[in-house]
């Protein structure tokens, strides 16, 4: 299994994101994850469609973006237009799931879903077979360097045994208190997309923090 390794740009040093983009493509990531927070879903605000275009500019790898958003509906046309490649939005906000991935998929954008550590993973189930990326979120989305929540791992493991039937081309990603200490053990528990922030990109030294992280996953 070919385990996916995105740095999330909300850890990164903006005065010189240009450098940062370099050196976290330099050491081998995989894509790039941009968190979109609204301060009414998350208790903090970040970023909009023109992040998104400032790093297209900088990179041709794909863009993954994660509406942390009450109201995603209104942005899929704007953040596609940037130059998305994966959107994602909350299974706890979406009133009518199949429309919104439906909508997204149309915009030539794959469509993800995602879940708060508290929100039973059953609620996601029924999705399955319709999303190409569903991010578990391992600490409660607002902010970065927090710690694991240690028990994701079985939260994760019920996913993997229903995604083995429903979808077993599934990306599963994980989001939230990544670090070398515990990447292998996700990606023995099934998770094949590591989305990392702090410990990409602290020091300024994405390039070989993500090369010990890929030594550490040994995929």
């Not at 993973?121 to 607002?142: K, Q, R």
Request: proline share 5%.
């Amino acid at each position: 299994m070919n385990v996916k390794i995105s740095p999330s740009v909300l850890a990164a040093d903006l005065s010189c994101l240009g450098d940062e983009i370099a050196r976290a493509e330099e050491g081998g990531c995989d894509t790039f994850h941009v968190d979109i927070m609204d301060w009414h879903f998350v208790p903090n605000l970040a970023f909009g469609p023109n992040i998104v275009k400032t790093i297209r500019k900088m990179t041709d790898l794909p863009i993954d973006v994660h509406l942390m958003v009450d109201n995603p509906q209104v942005m899929i046309g704007s953040f596609a237009d940037a130059g998305s490649d994966y959107i994602t939005v909350h299974v706890e906000v979406v009133d009518d799931v199949p429309v919104i991935l439906k909508e997204i998929s149309e915009k030539g954008v794959h469509p993800g879903i995602s879940l708060k550590p508290d929100t039973p993973v059953e609620a996601v189930f029924e999705y399955l077979d319709s999303v190409e990326i569903l991010l578990v979120m391992t600490v409660f989305p607002g902010f970065g360097g927090q710690n694991f929540i240690e028990a994701s791992y079985e939260r994760i493991r019920k996913i993997v045994d229903r995604a083995s039937e429903a979808n077993p081309k599934l990306i599963l990603s994980v989001d939230g208190g990544v670090n070398p200490d515990n990447a292998s053990l996700l990606v023995n528990a099934g998770v094949n997309y590591l989305v990392v922030g702090t410990s990409v990109f602290k020091n300024h030294m994405a390039v070989e923090n993500i090369r010990y992280l890929r030594k550490v996953v040994g995929r």
